[in-house]
């Protein structure tokens, strides 16, 4: 299971998506949360499905890495669609059953959209480097400096966290295999058993995750690295047409899920 966790990941390529700039990516991504959830009838969710589709296609992104990234949350997509399932009000599917349409037609746009929302998230991270992903977020956060807030600073943290998921995902397996060379069983056992079993994995996790990050933060100390004052880049970032294109594209999809709820299709 912790090998299906994607996040964090990148996969290099050259690619329309790929070659996007950084903070197009972001902003598309911002657009396209807006329209999921503004998205209300099949139609709606349909054009999101085509939309998703043809981002992955465009980005030579796999179907199979993003529902292998999906696996890990899928206690969470069925416990959404099970509470829209059983409490939403409506026309029961037989008499006296606490299951009426709605709740089923809105269990499933939940499942749908819990879906498309983390493919796209995913999308995002496949298809930018770490760094870039970095410069971007500080560029269009970069207005906040005027009220001394350290956006350098805050998104590089971000950066790092992000980068440091399958760091940290590869080290916990390799921490349960040793554990179960060992003998230690992490799948009987009642729910508190199992929550006990957990300690010999969480406590090295932890003493590997401080070491790490000091063996970081010496490095990059040694770097002279001060925050973000004065700090230049090898690659600047710039607009391209196909950036301009890209945005206003996301920024019809907006409009179009607007319309779209306006009629309730």
């Given at each position: 299971?912790?090998?299906?966790?994607?996040?964090?990941?990148?996969?290099?390529?050259?690619?329309?998506?790929?070659r996007?700039?950084?903070?197009?990516?972001?902003?598309?991504?911002?657009?396209?949360?807006?329209?999921?959830?503004?998205?209300?009838g099949?139609?709606?969710?349909?054009?999101?499905?085509?939309?998703?589709?043809?981002?992955?296609?465009?980005?030579?992104?796999?179907?199979?890495?993003?529902?292998?990234?999906?696996?890990?949350?899928?206690?969470?997509?069925?416990?959404?669609?099970?509470?829209?399932?059983?409490?939403?009000?409506?026309?029961?599917?037989l008499?006296?059953w606490?299951?009426?349409?709605?709740?089923?037609?809105?269990?499933?746009?939940?499942?749908?959209?819990?879906?498309?929302?983390?493919?796209?998230?995913?999308?995002?991270?496949?298809?930018?480097?770490?760094?870039?992903?970095?410069?971007?977020?500080?560029?269009?956060?970069?207005?906040?400096?005027?009220?001394?807030?350290?956006?350098?600073?805050?998104t590089?943290?971000?950066?790092?966290?992000?980068?440091?998921?399958?760091?940290?995902?590869?080290?916990?397996?390799?921490?349960?295999?040793?554990?179960?060379?060992?003998?230690?069983d992490?799948e009987?056992?009642?729910?508190?058993?199992?929550?006990?079993?957990?300690?010999?994995?969480?406590?090295?996790?932890?003493?590997?995750?401080f070491?790490?990050?000091?063996?970081?933060?010496?490095?990059?100390?040694?770097?002279?690295?001060?925050?973000?004052?004065?700090?230049?880049?090898?690659?600047?970032?710039?607009?391209?047409?196909?950036?301009?294109?890209?945005?206003?594209?996301?920024?019809?999809?907006?409009?179009?899920?607007?319309?779209?709820?306006?009629?309730?299709?």
């Amino acid at each position: 299971m912790l090998k299906d966790v994607t996040l964090g990941q990148y996969f290099p390529g050259n690619t329309v998506v790929h070659r996007l700039d950084p903070r197009t990516k972001i902003l598309l991504l911002i657009f396209f949360i807006v329209a999921l959830f503004t998205a209300k009838g099949w139609v709606g969710y349909g054009v999101m499905v085509l939309v998703t589709a043809a981002s992955m296609a465009a980005s030579h992104i796999s179907p199979k890495n993003i529902f292998k990234g999906l696996k890990p949350m899928i206690f969470i997509i069925v416990f959404t669609a099970a509470l829209n399932l059983f409490y939403t009000d409506g026309t029961p599917v037989l008499p006296g059953w606490p299951i009426t349409w709605e709740g089923a037609a809105r269990g499933a746009q939940m499942i749908l959209r819990i879906i498309l929302l983390i493919a796209g998230t995913f999308l995002l991270t496949y298809t930018t480097s770490p760094m870039a992903l970095t410069d971007g977020m500080e560029r269009l956060l970069s207005p906040l400096k005027k009220i001394g807030l350290p956006i350098h600073e805050i998104t590089m943290m971000m950066s790092m966290a992000l980068r440091f998921i399958p760091t940290l995902i590869e080290e916990t397996d390799k921490i349960m295999s040793a554990q179960k060379a060992r003998g230690a069983d992490f799948e009987n056992g009642n729910l508190l058993q199992r929550a006990k079993a957990l300690l010999p994995i969480l406590v090295p996790l932890f003493v590997s995750s401080f070491r790490r990050a000091d063996e970081l933060a010496v490095a990059m100390e040694s770097r002279c690295y001060h925050g973000g004052s004065g700090r230049t880049r090898m690659k600047q970032l710039h607009f391209a047409p196909r950036d301009l294109w890209a945005l206003l594209l996301g920024a019809v999809l907006v409009a179009g899920m607007f319309v779209l709820k306006h009629f309730g299709l």
